[in-house]
């Protein structure tokens, strides 16, 4: 079977969570990073690929997925990771909420406030503050009483999640009030397979 392309941006935590899964579920890509200070997702080449002119992008023959968390269940269904995307209607509903949580809470709190200090983006660094003291409290207290965000191991939630959430710091987060989730990244760092962001 040849390798799904998968066009990629390094410094990109929605790029870390589909580079992540692949690493720790043993799925092979041909990873091709894309300049994006060059412009490179605004070519109509590209375009044509993702109209949202964004990565990540996987390209898997004829088959184009944008979007990391649809590519993490596109991946885990198409190499059968059943045990990272269980089957069963509420398992899968529980690593769902999680999905959503990576590209609505935590996007809006931890990695906006990326975005700002790491990258200049002119978003309110207030809000993404504030939004982060509350996504991180809740999301350290679900950790106290569960070992993996969804289920018994860990699941695409974790791949989905765990990049914004450890490279919070780099937006001026401190972790240092969460105990819970700090372990729950050690965790996750833990597992065999596990890469860095710049790995
Ligand atoms: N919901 C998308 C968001 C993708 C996204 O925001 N990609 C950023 C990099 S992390 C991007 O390509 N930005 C380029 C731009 O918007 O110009 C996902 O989860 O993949």
């Known amino acids: 079977m040849s390798r799904p392309v998968f066009y990629n941006c390094p410094p990109s935590g929605n790029c870390y969570k589909v580079r992540l899964f692949a690493a720790l579920a043993g799925v092979a890509l041909d990873i091709r990073d894309v300049d994006l200070a060059a412009g490179a997702h605004k070519t109509p080449d590209f375009t044509a690929l993702n109209p949202w002119q964004q990565v990540p992008v996987l390209q898997d023959g004829e088959t184009v997925i944008w979007d990391s968390q649809a590519i993490l269940v596109y991946l885990a269904e198409k190499y059968g ?9 509420a398992a899968r509903a529980r ?47 679900h950790l106290a009483d569960h070992a993996w965000l969804a289920g018994d191991g860990p699941t695409l939630a974790d791949c989905a999640a765990y990049p914004y959430l450890a490279l919070a ?31």
């Open 81 to 89: 990771k059943t045990e990272w995307w269980p089957a069963a209607p």
């Open 95 to 141: 690593v769902v909420e999680w999905l959503s949580v990576s590209v609505n809470e935590i996007q809006h709190g931890p990695a906006d406030a990326r975005l700002v200090k790491k990258f200049d983006y002119s978003l309110r660094y207030d809000d993404a503050v504030a939004a982060s003291a509350r996504t991180l409290s809740i999301i350290d207290r």
């Open 169 to 199: 710091p780099e937006g001026g987060i401190a972790l240092d009030a969460y105990p819970a989730l700090r372990l729950w990244l050690a965790r996750v760092e833990a597992l065999p397979g596990y890469i860095s962001v710049d790995a």
